[in-house]
């Protein structure tokens, strides 16, 4: 611990104090003496309080993008799962009974998905305060809808590779 010693003002006599110290009482005479923090002391606390501000908007933007992706990852187990149910329903049932008309409203329910659920997410993407660097940025827009659109379609192309092979294991 750093100690300076400074004259007492009103006694003459020398008191001692630690860095970090902002009041100080003369041993001698009890004066009550106000220490000012050093320039670059200041200057120091200035950093360390604009780099927690950093810190502190990143961690946010870090938690809502987690959430937005989380949200994203509910919607691919969405277009999977249709999938394998629009499968089940057009496959196990016969030609215009209600399981097929079902079936095949799922499957148009799924394509438009394809469509309109990206663009809802992209402008779902939150917005990235400045402090956020560049590189950490989700960038909305259209680019990010075809990303969305074609992980989605992907995972539904998996799930009917799934579903036919488990219906050709099956031996049908
Ligand atoms: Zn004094």
Known sequence: MEITAIQCPKCG??????????????????????????????????????????????QEYAKKTKRWKRRTYIYYAAAFLLTIATFLLVTFSKN????????????????????AVPLIFTQMVPVAPKEVEEQLRIKSGFLCAVKIA???????????????????????
């Not at 799934?162 to 031996?171: C, M, Q, R, T």
């Open 96 to 115: 215009h009974s209600g399981g097929y008309e079902a079936g095949k409203g799922m499957f148009l329910l799924l394509c438009f998905s394809f469509l």
């Open 13 to 58: 006599g020398d008191i001692n104090y630690k860095a970090g110290d902002r009041t100080v009482k003369c041993p001698y005479c009890d004066l009550m003496l106000e220490i000012k923090a050093e320039p670059a002391e200041i200057e120091l606390e200035k950093t360390k309080k604009e780099y927690r501000d950093i810190e502190q908007f990143r």
């Open 150 to 172: 074609g992980m989605a379609l992907l995972i539904s192309l998996a799930g009917a590779l799934i579903f036919f092979l488990i219906f050709n294991a099956l031996g049908r």
